[in-house]
C-alpha cells in the first residue's frame, strides 16, 4: 500500500473538502462532500460525542445515501455548521427528493473548542456561515494543521489541528481519512518529540523521527490541557472513505476498524470526556473490494492523519499550548 498522489482524503475521487475558520473565534468548520451522494455509516467510541443525523447512517435506517459530512469546532453551536451546509445545497437544488421537497442530508460531529483562548463572545451563532464558507471553499486540495474544524483543536500537550492522509491498496482501490484531533489524549511521547502513530509513517510525511527508543510508555498521563482548561474539553472527529463498493453495513464496519487508528495514535483514547467518532464512506466507484484489507488501510491513514494534524498545526496569538513545530525548531 502506498499514499495517493495527494497523500490526503481527495485521491478518492470524486471527494472534496472545504475549510473555514475564524482566527478571533479560534475555530471553524470543515465539510466533505462528493461529486453525487454517497453511502456512509459512522461509529462512536467516546464517551461525550456531539452529532447531528448520525442515526439515520445505522444500517437497518432506510436513508441510502447523505449529501456531505461536516465536522466542526463549536460544540453543540458547532452543530450549526450542518445547518449553513444544508442551506447552500438546498439553493443548489441538491438533497434528496421526496414529491416537489428537496432534503439535503448532512450528519455531522463537533469538538470542543470553546476554552481554548478565542473569542466566544457572539451574538449571533458563527457556525452556520462558517459551514457555508467551508462548503464554498470545497476542493481537492486543501490545507492541514490550525485550519477548519482543527483551528482551535488541542491535545494534551501540544496544539491539536486538522490531518489527512491516504493509501491506495492491492487491487487498486483508494482510503482515505480526514480527522480534526482535539483528544483527551496524548498524541507524543514524553519530551514532544516523537508521535505515538511514528510506526505507521510513509516517507517522513510528519517528520521522520521514528518511534520513541523508550519503553514502558502510558504509565504515566501529563497534560498542560487538562491544567489549562476543562477536562471535558475534548475529542478526536474523524472521516473515512474509499472508492471501493460498499453496503452501509460495510462502511459502519469500516468505522469499526477505523477507531484502531486512534487507539494507535492518541494515549490514552476513548475516554469517558471524549467524543470519538469516525464516519465512513463509499463513493462506490469501483467494484466491491476486500472490506478487512479497506479497514486495516482506513486505521493506518486515521493514525497518519493524526500525526500530520498536530505536525501541521500553527502557532497564534492567545494560543494556550505550543505547536509540535515550536518545541522541535
Same mark, same amino acid.
Given at each position: ?7 490526503? !482524503?481527495?485521491d478518492?475521487?470524486?471527494? #472534496?473538502?472545504?475549510?473555514? *475558520?475564524?482566527?478571533? /473565534? #479560534? ?5 466533505? !462532500?462528493?461529486?453525487?451522494? &454517497? ?12 452529532? $447531528?443525523?448520525?442515526? /439515520?447512517?445505522?444500517?437497518? #435506517?432506510?436513508?441510502?445515501?447523505v449529501?456531505a459530512?461536516?465536522l ?6 458547532g ?5 449553513g ?6 439553493? *443548489? +437544488?441538491?438533497? &434528496?427528493? /421526496?414529491g ?11 469538538l ?7 473569542? #466566544? ?5 458563527p457556525?452556520p ?14 490545507a ?15 496544539? +491539536?489541528?486538522?490531518g ?20 483527551v ?5 514524553? +519530551?514532544?518529540?516523537h &508521535?505515538?502513530?511514528? =510506526? ?15 519503553t514502558?510508555?502510558? $504509565?504515566?498521563?501529563?497534560?498542560? @490541557? ?10 478526536? !472527529? ?13 462502511? *459502519? ?6 477507531h ?11 475516554m =469517558? ?5 469516525? &464516519?465512513?464512506?463509499?463513493?462506490? @466507484? ?7 484489507? !479497506? +479497514?486495516?488501510?482506513?486505521? /493506518? ?29
Open positions: 500500500m502506498r499514499p495517493g498522489s495527494r497523500n490526503l !482524503i481527495t478518492v475521487a470524486g471527494l #472534496k473538502v472545504g475549510n473555514a *475558520q475564524n482566527d478571533d /473565534l #479560534k475555530s471553524g468548520s470543515t465539510v466533505l !462532500i462528493g461529486d453525487t451522494s &454517497f453511502t456512509a455509516s459512522v461509529h462512536v467510541m467516546g464517551g461525550a460525542p456531539g452529532t $447531528r443525523e448520525t442515526d /439515520l447512517l445505522a444500517p437497518d #435506517k432506510t436513508v441510502a445515501a449529501d459530512l461536516v466542526s469546532g463549536g460544540s453543540a453551536f452543530l450549526d455548521a450542518c445547518s451546509v444544508v442551506d447552500a445545497l438546498r439553493a *443548489q +437544488g441538491r438533497g &434528496f427528493r /421526496l416537489d421537497a428537496v432534503i439535503p442530508l448532512v450528519p455531522g460531529a463537533i470542543f473548542d470553546l476554552l481554548n483562548g478565542g473569542n #466566544k463572545a457572539w451574538e449571533e451563532n457556525y456561515a462558517l459551514g457555508r464558507a467551508a462548503l464554498a471553499a470545497a476542493g481537492e486540495d486543501f492541514l494543521g490550525s485550519v477548519g474544524a482543527g483551528t482551535g483543536a488541542l491535545s494534551a500537550m501540544v496544539k +491539536g489541528g486538522l489527512s492522509a491516504s493509501l491506495q491498496l492491492a487491487d487498486g482501490s483508494m482510503v482515505g481519512a480526514l480527522v480534526a484531533a482535539n483528544p489524549g496524548a498524541v507524543t511521547t514524553p +519530551g514532544e518529540r &508521535f505515538h502513530a511514528a =510506526p505507521y509513517e510513509i516517507d517522513g510525511e510528519f517528520g521522520g523521527l521514528g518511534p520513541d527508543p523508550a514502558g510508555l502510558g $504509565r504515566i498521563f501529563e497534560s498542560r @490541557k487538562a491544567a489549562a482548561m476543562a477536562a471535558r474539553a475534548n475529542t478526536t !472527529i474523524a472521516i473515512v472513505a474509499t472508492d471501493a463498493m460498499l453496503t452501509k453495513a460495510e462502511c *459502519q464496519r469500516v468505522a469499526v476498524a477505523a484502531d487508528g486512534i487507539a494507535r495514535a492518541v494515549v490514552p483514547a476513548h =469517558p470526556n471524549d467524543g470519538d467518532l469516525v &464516519f465512513s464512506l463509499s463513493t462506490a @466507484k469501483r467494484p466491491a473490494g476486500d472490506v478487512a484489507m !479497506i +479497514g486495516h488501510a482506513a486505521a /493506518l491513514c486515521v493514525s497518519r492523519a493524526i500525526a500530520r494534524a498536530i505536525y501541521a498545526a500553527t502557532p497564534a496569538e492567545g494560543d494556550l499550548l505550543p505547536c509540535w513545530s515550536t518545541l522541535n525548531a
